[in-house]
C-alpha cells in the first residue's frame, strides 16, 4: 500500500464553516417560521385598517414562515452531507441556498424585518464550497 491510501483527507476548515454557517442559517429560518406562526393575528389586524388588509398581511406573512421553516429544515438537513463531502448535495444545497436568499432579498423589500444575516449566511457559506482548498474534499471517491 502507497503512503497516499494510508493518509486519510482532513476535511478543509471551509467547508466546517459553510457547514456552520448553513446551520445557523437553518436556525434563524426556523425561529422565523416559529414567529410567523405565533404572532397573534387579533393584534395584526387591529395594527390595519380594514380588516382585509390584516387578513392579507396574515396570510402573506405566515406564507413566508412556513416556507423559511422549510426551507430551514432542508438547509439543516443537507447541509451534514455537504459536510461529508457528498458533492450532489453541494450542488443541491448551493441552489437551495440561492433560491432562499433571493426569496429573503424579496421578503426584505416587502418585511423589513426580514433578517439579513441570514442571507449573507446562506450566500457566503455557498461561495466557501467552492473554494479551491474544498476541491480536494468533493473530488474524492464516496
Given amino acids: 500500500m502507497s503512503a497516499e491510501m494510508d493518509t486519510p483527507i482532513v476535511r478543509p476548515r471551509v467547508v466546517s464553516a459553510a457547514y456552520w454557517l448553513w446551520l445557523a442559517s437553518a436556525v434563524l429560518l426556523i425561529v422565523i417560521c416559529m414567529i410567523a406562526l405565533t404572532l397573534p393575528a387579533d393584534q395584526i389586524r387591529a395594527s390595519f385598517s380594514s380588516a382585509e388588509q390584516g387578513d392579507s398581511f396574515l396570510t402573506v406573512f405566515r406564507g413566508l414562515g412556513v416556507i423559511s421553516g422549510l426551507v430551514g429544515l432542508a438547509v439543516g ?39 439579513l444575516v441570514i442571507t449573507v449566511g446562506l450566500i457566503i457559506a455557498a461561495v466557501l464550497v467552492y473554494r479551491p482548498s474544498a476541491r480536494e474534499w468533493f473530488q474524492r471517491e464516496q
Avoid: Q
Fill in 77 to 115: 438537513l443537507m447541509s451534514s452531507h455537504v459536510r461529508g463531502g457528498d458533492r450532489r448535495f453541494r450542488r443541491a444545497l448551493v441552489s437551495l441556498s440561492g433560491a432562499a436568499a433571493m426569496m429573503l432579498i424579496f421578503a426584505g423589500l416587502v418585511f423589513p424585518f426580514v433578517p
